[in-house]
């Protein structure tokens, strides 16, 4: 891409300088290239005499001289200056500008890819919330980001697996087969206490009444059935898990998110994983028994406390199934990157994570952890706590009901992982420019407006000339289009998809702007020609930047 091609220009100019004893030589930070706000200060600016100016000892201004005399820039570059306290500034080429209307059409749906990821093998895990209820507005949350994170990935170069790993063991499935014995009994006329740590959701009720309605009342107890108490509780919980797990799969295919993995926690035990792992750290040096319970001596990995593997009572924890997870990913599966998406509550969880790598042999730079901050759920200025239909907990389903799966999409990804968010469900119905998502929907619907109405005029615009592509109005729209791949690369690296929606939201900007003052079609058949080419390139480009956030690209609203 064009900013690496600058940055390793500046980094010769600054060798060269330092070969010919006109700059200190010094160690080169990395060379960034950024893009200046001000469109007075170009296409692109480096700050990088400001950084070597105290290693070096000399102004800034001083320096960026220097560097300037001896910079060669690339030919799709028309200018380039100094400019105050110390930045290098360069401009592109118009007529390069116009030729990349051009590359975009000849990509097609491929433009925006690049050859990041070099075929290494990423797992993508998310989602993954306990089977014991609906999926709420917080797990679509990480849904969305996970998956979009996925397709950018893809997108780069990198083969992704992406994978919900299903909790289907300890104590909340046991919680739950009990909480749904005790409904699936009163849902018979039986009296049943609910356990004091059950699951009192309405839909736990429903859930019993469909079991009663296709199962009868085989699961009763003793007395009625000849089934075991304890056996009945584990084979509801069974049934119960199935259907919950159905649902959740439904949910999350109404927003547009499909798995390839749907792993068992279950399997690490039948599988022998979770005893390998173990007898790895074992003979380690990484476990000791104490108060009655196995503990992973994570403070000797430099974590400021262990943490306990096997509780007392023999069961062992959530962090011990963890690390035999891990376990078959990186060692077993041999993923080259991992990437989990966790909810708030499991910040603590990620340092201990790291620390149990380091102690199986791997490098704990392989996993990476993004960690999803909290939803609030609002209509207007009301902040929605319980939901109008069951009384309880408002389910991810029935928000993608009322706002649709493409609003929940783009508004999940408006925000950085990290933020706390708002969503507001009155903004997301709004057809206007105010709602960000029909505004950028509505820019593709546009084009495709243009793009029907020239073909009704039998316009054939396969031969127009970019070259007539001269106004500042079109170049500034070709400048957003170009910015594609750049995009592409700062998701994949940062994994912060946030800055797909910012992009399409200046994208569709600059188009409406672009529409306002130019007339596509017009009497100018040579012009129109030309334009038809820059509103198809920039219809791919938005296509592009929707598909890659799990949207679809309407034709009409």
């Known amino acids: 891409m064009l900013k690496q091609e600058l940055a390793r220009c500046l980094q010769e100019a600054v060798w060269e300088a330092q070969r010919k004893d006109a700059l200190a030589s010094v160690a080169l930070p990395e060379v960034v290239i950024e893009h200046p706000q001000n469109p007075e200060h170009g296409d692109f600016a480096s700050g990088l005499p400001l950084k070597l100016a105290r290693a070096m000892k000399m102004s800034p201004m001083a320096i960026a001289e220097k560097v300037f005399e001896y910079l060669v820039p690339p030919p799709q570059i028309d200018r380039f200056w100094v400019a105050p306290p110390g930045f290098i500034n360069f401009t592109l080429r118009e007529d390069w500008l116009s030729t990349q209307v051009e590359s975009i059409l000849a990509a097609g749906e491929s433009y925006g890819d690049i050859e990041l990821g070099k075929d290494k093998r990423v797992q993508l895990e998310f989602v993954s919330v306990n089977p014991t209820g609906p999926l709420h507005v917080g797990h679509g949350r990480g849904a969305v980001l996970g998956s979009t994170l996925a397709n950018v990935l893809i997108a780069s170069g990198y083969a992704v697996e992406k994978e919900f790993y299903i909790n289907d063991m300890g104590t909340q499935i046991d919680n739950f087969g009990r909480s749904l014995y005790a409904r699936y009994q009163q849902c018979l006329g039986k009296e049943a206490a609910m356990p004091p740590d059950g699951y009192y959701g309405n839909y736990m009720i429903n859930l019993a009444k469909e079991i009663v309605q296709e199962e009868g009342d085989r699961f ?129 969880h990620v340092p201990r994570m790291k620390s149990v790598l380091k102690a199986l042999g791997c490098d704990p730079e392989q996993l990476k952890v993004i960690i999803c901050q909290l939803v609030t759920l609002r209509r207007g200025q009301e902040i929605v706590k319980v939901s109008k239909r069951s009384g309880d907990i408002i389910t991810l389903k029935e928000v993608i009901d009322e706002v649709g799966p493409d609003a929940c999409r783009f508004i999940f990804l408006s925000r950085s992982a990290d933020s706390q968010m708002d969503f507001d469900t009155e903004l997301a119905k709004r057809q206007s420019a105010d709602n960000p998502v029909y505004y950028v929907q509505y820019a593709h619907a546009r084009i495709a407006s243009i793009l029907r109405f020239a073909e009704q005029q039998e316009t054939d615009y396969s031969q127009g000339d970019v070259s007539l592509l001269t106004s500042e109005t079109e170049l500034t729209l070709i400048r957003r289009l170009i910015l594609l791949p750049e995009i592409v690369e700062q998701v994949a690296v940062t994994l912060e998809p946030h800055h797909l929606p910012y992009y399409a939201q200046d994208l569709a900007t600059v188009f409406h702007s672009f529409y306002k003052q130019c007339r596509v079609v017009s009497k100018d058949e040579a012009l129109t020609r030309a334009r038809l080419k820059l509103v198809k390139a920039t219809q791919l480009v938005l296509a592009k930047v929707l598909y890659l956030m799990g949207m679809t690209a309407p034709e009409k609203m």
């Open 220 to 348: 009763l107890p003793p007395i009625e059935s000849g089934v075991p108490a304890s056996e009945a509780v584990s084979q509801l919980a069974e049934v119960g898990i199935a259907r919950m797990l159905r649902g959740i799969r439904q949910d999350l295919e109404l927003l547009n998110v499909v798995f390839d993995t749907w792993f068992s926690e279950r399997s690490l035990y039948e599988g022998g994983q979770y005893s390998k792992v173990m007898e790895l750290l074992q003979s380690g040096g990484y476990i000791a028994k104490k108060e009655n319970a196995t503990w992973f001596e994570s403070s000797s990995l430099g974590e400021d406390k262990d943490n306990v593997l096997v509780r007392s009572d023999g069961s062992p924890t959530y962090f011990a199934s963890d690390i035999a997870y891990h376990y078959n990913k990186f060692l077993e599966r041999k993923f080259d990157w991992v990437i989990d998406i966790w909810g708030a509550d499991h910040q603590g």
